[in-house]
């Protein structure tokens, strides 16, 4: 199953009741597409249970579409099998940029190897962390070869291992590629170890701008009406 981007290929469905089905639609231009999907899951004893058994639909592109079915017939297994992978969905931006899938690939590999997440690449998004898919998030940006990322919050709901590893990828990222510039919203402290330099607010307007060591000694010292400014 796959929702459009660079790496869906389409291709004619097998089944010929189907194909008349898809005739009747009248369409040529499909934004989603699965063919003959079949999805397993394993019980106690190591034996496959199948879930998913040799799906296949075409949803137009522009249209309303529902999936129905009894319960437990397999919608919702089927819907996160459609979920893009960590690829799909890094590519997406690239899809206006008329490339060939030779440098689709390229640029995809270079950006998710830059965030860490390369061996991700095959990884429905939805079965990722927090922090994983903020770095995919990362990627996808900068595979559009911004010069300039504007980045709001993105640790914010990230326990700490996650929150670390989005840092040390957007570092990573900054310093392999010289001409990006990276401004980061945070209200976490331990944040600016990590920064070149910081800005400070309050009220509207910038309080501080320079060394993040000096702006961090400045709000420590003022820390309790820091930590009520951010708390209303
Ligand atoms: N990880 C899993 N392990 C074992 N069985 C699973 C797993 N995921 C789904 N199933 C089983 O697969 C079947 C399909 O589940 P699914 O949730 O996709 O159905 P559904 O059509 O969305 O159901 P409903 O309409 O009740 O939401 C169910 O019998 C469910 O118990």
Redesign the pocket.
């Known amino acids: 199953m796959s929702i459009r981007a660079p790496f869906c290929a389409s291709t004619p469905l097998h089944s010929k009741q189907t194909t008349r089905n898809y005739n009747a639609i009248g369409a040529d231009n499909f934004a989603i597409e699965s063919q003959r999907v079949s999805y397993s899951?394993?019980?106690e004893m190591g034996k496959a249970?199948p879930?998913?058994k040799d799906c296949s639909l075409k949803i137009p592109s522009g249209q309303f579409w529902m999936l129905l079915?009894?319960?437990?017939?397999?919608?919702?297994?089927?819907?996160?099998v459609v979920m893009p992978t960590v690829e799909a969905d890094v590519a997406f931006g690239l899809g206006r940029f008329n490339l060939t899938s030779d440098e689709t690939e390229l640029r995809v590999a270079k950006a998710l190897t830059a965030v860490g997440m390369y061996d991700f690449l095959q990884r429905p998004v939805q079965t990722l962390s927090g922090g994983q898919k903020q770095r995919v998030a990362i990627a996808g940006a900068l595979i559009e070869e911004c010069k300039v990322l504007l980045l709001d919050e993105l640790t914010t709901f990230l326990d700490e291992t996650d929150q670390i590893g989005v840092i040390k990828a957007m570092k990573n990222t900054l310093s392999s590629s010289e001409d990006v510039t990276a401004l980061w919203v945070t209200h976490r402290l331990e944040e600016l170890e990590y920064a070149d330099g910081a800005v400070y607010m309050e009220d509207g307007k910038v309080v501080m701008h320079g060394e993040p060591s000096i702006i961090m000694d400045s709000i420590e010292a003022r820390k309790a009406s820091y930590t009520d400014i951010i708390n209303s």
């Open positions: 899951v394993k019980n249970i879930i998913i079915g009894p319960n437990g017939c397999g919608k919702s297994t089927l819907l996160k």
